[in-house]
């Protein structure tokens, strides 16, 4: 299974990004997708999940009314809609992917992860 991010670079506060994660080899839909964030010197944190059928939605509250997790089945891909950027939100991103009924913002049943996507935004 591969989980392969894009979408991040450097913008300015205020500002917006999408990322997109695209898995393969896997069937996407019996998968919860989520995104992890790292900045350096912190741990790892869920900011968004996603279950499979996109009934159920998980958002860390610093990005509450900012972030928009969402996904497209027929494509394998899920995407972080990030508006309103701050300069806390300068971290790596990270796609995952745990098998349902298993939830990405359990960090310990995640059973993929992506490589990661640098995310900068500027003050």
């Known amino acids: 299974v591969q989980l392969v991010e894009s979408g991040g670079g450097l913008v300015q506060a205020g500002g917006s990004l999408i990322l997109s994660c695209a898995a393969s080899?896997?069937?996407?839909?019996?998968?919860?997708m989520g995104w992890f964030r790292q900045a350096p010197g912190k741990k790892r944190e869920c900011v968004a999940e996603?279950?499979?059928?996109?009934?159920?939605?998980y958002y860390a509250d610093s990005v509450k009314g900012r972030f928009t997790i969402s996904r497209d089945n027929t494509k394998n891909t899920v995407y972080l809609q990030m508006n309103s950027l701050k300069s806390e939100d300068t971290a790596v991103y990270y796609c995952a992917a745990a098998r349902s009924p298993y939830r990405v913002v359990v960090r310990s049943r995640v059973d993929y992860w992506g490589q990661g996507t640098q995310v900068t935004v500027s003050s």
């Open positions: 080899g896997c069937t996407f839909s019996n998968y919860n």
């Open positions: 996603l279950t499979w059928g996109g009934n159920i939605t």
